[in-house]
């Protein structure tokens, strides 16, 4: 069973660049037609998806956030990770990884659903 | 982007009661869309996706419907595990985005 693990410092300075992985464990990155995707939870607030990446290499970003936002994937290591550049207090949040899975039922109708999640981690901006 | 709404933004309701929670999207999104459970602390659970499938291992009382742009998630008999906070997603168009959430609390 596929298991995801964020990790990173738990505290960035403003203007900084904020950098998390996600450790994949139980199956590899590299198969299947999967997303490895960043999503993030400001304190009481809803969620936001920030972008994701294919195994391939392929990225899509949230434009809210795409001149900040570079994602990247290594498949040596099974990880996939997220860098947040210029941050500020509004990127305090709980950051979560995810996979999104591409379910091709019936041509061309494709499902894509965020089946797997890591149990989140809190980044504080904050000097 | 696809805005996504949702109503109400909470409810409370005793145990055995049915819950309905709505979704509905800025633009027709077919039946693309997911709904997921977020308790306290934890991650979001995925429930249903493409609108009315159930996720393996989720209970029978959680069931999803419509397309276009309203779409329906009901529990038929809430149960004090199912306190949570529920949301939907879209998946037809990129950015992926989420409503905002009803938080679902026992009467």
């Known amino acids: 069973q596929v298991q995801l693990q964020e990790s990173g410092p738990g505290l960035v300075k403003p203007s900084q660049t904020l950098s998390l992985t996600c450790t994949v464990s139980?199956?590899?990155?590299?198969?299947?037609?999967?997303?490895w995707s960043w999503i993030r939870q400001p304190a009481g607030k809803g969620l936001e998806w920030i972008g994701r990446i294919y195994t391939s290499g392929s990225t899509n970003y949230n434009p809210s956030l795409k001149s900040r936002v570079t994602i990247s994937v290594d498949t040596s290591k099974n990880q996939f990770s997220l860098k947040l550049s210029s941050v500020t207090a509004a990127d305090t949040a709980v950051y979560y990884c995810?996979?999104?899975?591409?379910?091709?039922?019936?041509?061309?109708?494709?499902?894509?659903?965020?089946?797997?999640w890591g149990k989140g981690t809190t980044v504080t901006v904050s000097s | 982007d696809i805005q996504m709404t949702q109503s109400p933004s909470s409810l409370s309701a005793s145990v055995g009661d049915r819950v309905t929670i709505t979704c509905q999207a800025s633009?027709?999104?077919?039946?693309?869309l997911n709904w997921y459970q977020q308790k306290p602390g934890k991650a979001p659970k995925l429930l249903i996706y493409d609108a009315s499938n159930l996720e393996t291992g989720v209970p029978s009382r959680f069931s999803g419907s419509g397309s276009g742009t309203d779409f329906t998630f009901t529990i038929s008999s809430l149960q004090p595990e199912d306190i949570a906070t529920y949301y939907c997603?879209?998946?037809?168009?990129?950015?992926?985005?989420f409503g905002p959430g009803t938080k679902v609390d026992i009467k």
């Open positions: 995810a996979r999104e899975t591409e379910d091709i039922v019936v041509v061309p109708a494709v499902d894509y659903y965020m089946d797997v």
């Open positions: 139980g199956g590899s990155i590299s198969s299947g037609s999967y997303y």
């Open positions: 633009q027709d999104i077919s039946n693309y």
């Open positions: 997603q879209q998946y037809d168009n990129l950015p992926r985005t």
